[in-house]
């Protein structure tokens, strides 16, 4: 077989396990997301499976790889296509790509691996490169959005922190089924425009930022966990 034809189909080998490890994480959890399991999902061998990543380590590595890059895409993407626009319309534009992007199966599986692998005995993944990573390039591309803000501005860092908490909250609201799926009330998005908007446009007390945002970092990791935990009690009632 050609070179060229056995690099196609080792990488649709690949997306096709990456896929099957989302589905399975997504929708039954992490402790049911068992290695036969994402084989099943695939249609492929573990051999083969184990060729392409080794083990399931290999495998969730390349699932967090995967997910992180398709959104650093998407707002890359934004970021071009936002350069004429007001503060307000590419927050609104920010707003409505990543609450598309945080309702797709991969960003309940980002957290079911981000929330267990740190517990999991079997595995020695470090979660915490890839939350500095995902964290610091996320910086970046905001600033990429919003370029006329300085990034040592603490309205800025402010904005930021607030708005993506705010979305992740909105879709934890979602799966425990406080809002239709897949819908938000029409009264949300503007207001966290809005209250973006001004955080960006006007200076805040750093000691103030500092405080809101460390209350609002633990009252997110106890939303997400109890999302996570809600979602495959339901799964497993069914």
């Known amino acids: 077989m050609p070179r060229k034809a056995v690099s196609r189909t080792s990488e649709k080998t690949r ?19 068992t290695s036969n399991r994402i084989a099943r999902q695939a249609s492929l061998s573990w ?20 997910i992180i890059a398709a959104y650093i895409t998407e707002l890359d993407n934004l970021a071009r296509s936002g350069e004429d626009k007001t503060v307000r319309e590419r927050l609104q ?4 790509r990543s609450w598309q992007l945080l309702n ?13 692998l740190p517990r999991d005995p ?13 964290s610091l390039r996320m910086a970046e591309l905001w600033q990429g959005i919003f370029p006329e803000f300085a990034a040592d501005h603490a309205g800025n860092n402010a904005a930021r922190q607030i708005f993506f908490a705010a979305l992740r909250g909105f879709v934890d609201n979602r799966l425990i089924g406080q809002w239709p799926k897949r819908s938000v009330p029409e009264d949300v998005f503007p207001a966290l425009v809005t209250a973006c908007a001004a955080l960006l446009v006007y200076r805040v007390s750093d000691t103030a930022t500092r405080a809101a945002l460390r209350s609002l970092s633990t009252a997110r990791r106890a939303s997400s966990a109890f999302c996570c935990h809600s979602h495959r009690a339901a799964a497993a009632r069914q």
């Open 93 to 96: 534009l920010l707003a409505e």
């Open 104 to 116: 797709h199966p991969a960003y309940l599986a980002t957290m079911e691996l981000l929330l267990n």
């Open 47 to 66: 051999g083969v499976i184990q060729y392409h990543f080794a083990d399931r380590a290999g495998i969730y590595r390349a699932v967090l790889d995967s």
């Open 15 to 33: 997306l096709a396990v990456i896929d099957a490890a989302i589905h399975c994480l997504a929708n039954e959890g992490y402790h049911r997301a």
């Open 122 to 134: 079997e595995l020695t993944l470090n979660t915490k490169t890839y939350v500095k990573r995902w």
